[in-house]
């Protein structure tokens, strides 16, 4: 290739966790600058903390594909994949094109942060414009701050924050982007080995799943046309099957938090002020994950550590065939089991079930934490590590603004609740179908002729209970207990 057969040398585009073309600033600027573009994915497999699970590379595997085919269909420019370090590839390529200006949009875990932090030292070093922008939060974590100056530590000061300044209005996509008329050389995304094959485990994912930016827009207007009315009520429902399902869309980019809070503000104006609470209610989850980011900003080892030091030395139970157990919705507690089965074929969990599930093995089970982040941080379809590492503290009482540790939830109780039918259990535990209601969210408390006319032996056909709930319950309070104990005995000796 000659050095330079354009008038003008390009400008790169890295793409990161922002695989859309609307509401993206870097390919905004890029494109504005009249300059050509070229767009860029690397597969980074240099920074290894929290590396992708595989749920998320095979998400990532077909937003690739979606994302190539609108970049060449509304600009007729190619999508650059290369593999391997970031600092290394990066620079190399603009050194191979020319190029002195490269546009990325800010990723915020603590590993990221420090990549990009150094790469982009380097490049200026080396007479190489960088600039970068906010695709992926309504506000930067450095931006929202106390009265005294600080961070927050709790939810709904920090939302009150946020809603008093209100989002900067999502960019459309460019009208048009230069296209670099060279040939550059790009991995085959196949070869990137993503997905999987032996075996192929992916089915549930593809029948649930569209990735991609056309995807993620049908998601939110299916879920403002249909389900936004309902729900403030419906959200704790799993059996309704009425939440956004958008986690995913917005972990890998293909929608923006300032899409959704646009699109939910049109929606309340178009449908009054019986769709205002309802739409509040879901912008304070958008909420929620603004402020697990900022958490994890300001506590960059929130997904390693507890947050409350005190829980550092939480008297945990390790058993491997317990977390076996629940990995493999085999615990005998139907909600719970049928939200791992869910989790195991879907990639994804409601987000109830989701803090019932973690509730279970953190308390029932005292398994420490970490070990149910990690396993949702592979299984997940939206693993995010801020979102991740936040849920899980909160549930077990260490994170900030988390839960009390002596809040137990009883899966039964959660289950007769918000699964009042036992539809969400009959869909995901077809092997419980046959029980009546009364039975369905506690098998082991039927009578034997019930069982029977059921099709069930408990103990072969489905697990009996793992632990005795208020036997359980009654462990997890005395560790806590102790835990308190100990804390105010070390805080007397000093």
């Given at each position: ?8 040398s ?17 390919l905004?600027a ?31 595997h ?38 002195e ?28 414009a ?58 085959a ?212 603004d ?10 039964v ?32 408390s ?32 005395a ?16």
């Amino acid at each position: 290739m000659s050095p330079l057969s354009s008038a003008l040398s390009p400008v790169v585009v890295w793409f990161r966790q922002d695989l859309r073309l609307n509401d993206n600033p870097a390919l905004a600027a890029a494109a504005a600058s009249g300059r050509p573009v070229l767009a860029l994915y690397i597969l980074d497999t240099a920074t290894t903390a929290w590396a992708m699970g595989g749920a998320t590379r095979w998400w990532l595997h077909h937003s690739l594909v979606q994302l190539g085919a609108d970049l060449k269909q509304r600009y007729d420019i190619g999508l650059i994949l290369r593999r391997g370090d970031p600092a290394t590839i990066l620079p190399a390529l603009l050194r191979e094109t020319v190029t002195e200006t490269v546009h990325w949009n800010r990723c915020y875990e603590p590993a990221a942060i420090a990549r990009d932090s150094a790469l982009k030292t380097a490049l200026k070093d080396d007479g190489i414009a960088v600039e970068t922008h906010n695709a992926a939060l309504l506000f930067e974590p450095w931006t929202v701050q106390t009265q005294a100056g600080g961070w927050f530590k709790v939810f709904s000061p920090f939302w009150r924050a946020c809603r008093a300044r209100g989002p900067a209005a999502p960019q459309r996509a460019p009208q048009s982007v230069t296209r670099w008329p060279e040939t550059v050389d790009s991995d085959a995304l196949d070869s990137w080995a993503l997905l999987p094959t032996a075996p192929d485990w992916a089915g549930g994912l593809r029948a649930r799943w569209t990735p991609g930016e056309a995807g993620a827009a049908a998601r939110l207007q299916a879920f403002i046309e249909h389900d936004l009315i309902q729900y403030a009520d419906g959200r704790d429902r799993p059996d309704l099957d009425c939440t956004s399902r958008l986690s995913a869309h917005l972990q890998f980019g293909e929608i923006g938090p300032r899409q959704i809070w646009q699109a939910v503000q049109m929606a309340v104006e178009r449908g009054g002020a019986g769709l205002a609470h309802n739409a509040e209610k879901f912008l304070s989850e958008l909420g929620w994950r603004e402020f697990c980011h900022h958490l994890l900003f300001h506590f960059p080892t929130l997904p390693q550590q507890n947050f409350r030091a005190g829980f550092d030395a939480f008297p945990w139970n390790p058993r491997a065939d317990h977390v076996k157990a629940w990995q493999e919705a085999r615990t005998g507690y139907p909600i719970v089991d049928a939200g791992m089965r869910q989790l195991w074929q879907t990639g994804w969990m409601h987000n109830r079930v989701r803090m019932i599930a973690a509730s279970f093995l953190i308390k029932h089970l005292l398994q420490d934490w970490r070990k149910g982040e990690a396993w949702f941080w592979d299984t997940l379809v939206d693993a995010n590590l801020a979102n991740n590492a936040g849920g899980w503290q909160w549930v077990a009482g260490s994170g900030a603004d988390a839960a009390p540790y002596f809040r137990i939830f009883n899966p039964v109780l959660q289950g007769e609740k918000f699964d009042p039918q036992g539809a969400y259990v009959r869909r995901w535990l077809p092997e419980l179908a046959a029980l009546p209601d009364k039975y369905i969210h506690k098998p082991w408390s039927a009578p034997e002729t019930v069982l029977n006319q059921a099709g069930i032996v408990l103990g072969r056909d489905y697990p009996r209970p793992l632990v005795d709930h208020d036997t359980a319950r009654k462990a997890a309070l005395a560790a806590f207990a102790a835990l308190r104990n100990d804390a105010a005995e070390a805080a007397g000796a000093e």
